[in-house]
């Protein structure tokens, strides 16, 4: 019993054989995973990771064109001849003879003052000059008489000598009264209030029968306004450039007249208000160091009024070849504007420009890039110098609803106008 019970306690002690085989090759299976994850991760600290791919940009050409520059100014209509109508005679306003706002003719009436007191002033005068007339015939007549009785001696020298006298002051006296019915008159011609120039009228500002008072009282304002004047400021270099191009035989006309320019209120989009330089000042501001300058524009319609503002247009150049390309394709680094470009090779490279105004809504470059250069005009913020980078054609498209400068037909303002292909 007692080797029962040591069997068996042995046997407890000692795995089966079954059970020593199943173990061992779980260890072999084990180091095997051991060794090819080894064997794997090996592998990978020796594999390089694949390089990224090259960035995609859009190409062009840059768009050749004959140019001309246009000078933009904001300025602000003004009249050439505005007036305030102010009665020349005291009086009780008797009637108002007009609209407010209404277009009025030269010498057209606009406003009466009460002319009864005037009439009779008139008369008066006319009755003072009536005796002064007849005191004067009256003069001759004696004067006359003395001449006779002094050849006859009939009379002293100093009697004739009176007697001329009052003949002569009879004279003045009558003088006077002429030029008093003259004052009467023209005081009566002015109790009608007539406009001294043909324009819009404003509002009366003086209701009938209020006193108003000559030289003081401001009844309305007519303003001229066919022509109307467009007054703007330039810079010194502006008076600089076009003097120095009139100095050159660059332009006919001394200094700026007659040239054309070109002008569009806030509502519209492209300029078609015509006109031309008319005048620019003798002195620049020496605080702000700018030059007041003038154009003409007509106005038969009176559509345009004294205080609107707009965008005017001035010829800046001749013409010139010069390139066209969005200005989405110019970046600025530090102070200078560069494009970028991509070589035959595929590697990026920059062109340091000079640019100009905006034409068609695409940028002038006046130097910088070649007709054969492939400007990038999509993915700049993609581009480095030196990159490797896959170009693919793009399009360069002017705006359809703007205008190309030319000596009578002037740019519209900037506006983005270019797109990658679709196709690709």
């Not at 007519?222 to 109307?228: C, G, M, R, T």
């Not at 070109?262 to 003798?282: P, S």
């Not at 009024?305 to 001749?318: A, D, N, Q, V, Y």
């Not at 070649?370 to 990159?387: F, Q, T, W």
Request: glycine share 8%; proline share 7%.
């Amino acid at each position: 019993m007692a080797r029962g019970v040591a069997g068996s306690s042995d046997l407890g002690a000692c795995p089966a054989r079954g059970e020593r085989f199943s173990l061992s090759r779980r260890r072999r299976f084990a180091a095997v995973a051991v060794l090819a994850l080894a064997v794997f991760a090996a592998g990978c600290q020796g594999r390089k990771p694949p390089p990224p791919p090259a960035p995609v940009v859009y190409v062009a050409k840059p768009q050749q064109r004959q140019l001309v520059d246009w000078d933009d100014y904001v300025g602000q209509f003004e009249a050439p001849n505005s007036v305030d109508i102010r009665p020349r005679v005291t009086g009780y306003l008797q009637s108002s003879n007009f609209r407010d706002g209404q277009i009025v003719k030269k010498g057209q009436l606009l406003f009466v003052i009460d002319p009864r007191p005037y009439q009779a002033a008139l008369d008066q005068a006319r009755g003072q000059e009536a005796h002064a007339a007849s005191a004067l015939s009256n003069a001759r007549i004696e004067l006359s008489r003395a001449v006779k009785l002094l050849a006859d001696k009939a009379i002293p020298e100093q009697e004739y000598e009176t007697r001329l006298a009052t003949q002569q002051q009879a004279a003045a006296d009558l003088l006077a009264a002429q030029a008093a019915v003259q004052t009467a008159a023209l005081n009566l011609s002015w109790t009608r209030v007539t406009s001294p120039l043909a324009g819009r009228a404003s509002d009366r500002r003086v209701a009938p029968g209020n006193l108003v008072t000559q030289d003081t009282t401001i009844l309305t304002n007519v303003a001229d306004l066919d022509p109307i004047w467009f007054g703007f400021v330039g810079a010194e270099s502006f008076y600089l450039k076009y003097e120095n191009e009139a100095r050159q035989g660059l332009r006919a006309e001394s200094r700026y007249a007659a040239n054309p320019v070109e002008i569009r209120l806030q509502d519209q989009a492209n300029y078609v208000i015509k006109g031309r330089m008319d005048f620019v000042d003798n002195t620049l501001d020496t605080n702000s160091g700018t030059i007041r300058a003038r154009a003409v524009v007509p106005n038969p319609d009176y559509r345009l009024t004294p205080g609107l503002f707009g965008h005017l247009r001035l010829l800046g150049s001749g013409t010139y070849n010069g390139f066209l390309i969005p200005d989405e394709a110019i970046t600025t680094l530090q102070s200078d504007q560069i494009v970028y470009v991509v070589e035959p090779d595929g590697k990026v490279q920059q062109r340091k420009v000079a640019t100009g105004p905006v034409i068609d809504g695409l940028r002038v470059v006046r130097s910088g890039v070649a007709p054969s250069d492939e400007v990038i005009i999509d993915g700049v913020e993609r581009a480095k110098v030196g990159m490797t980078v896959t170009a693919r054609p793009g399009r360069i498209t002017p705006r359809s609803d703007s205008n190309s400068p030319t000596p009578s037909d002037l740019a519209p303002p900037a506006a983005s106008a270019t797109f990658a292909d679709p196709s690709h």
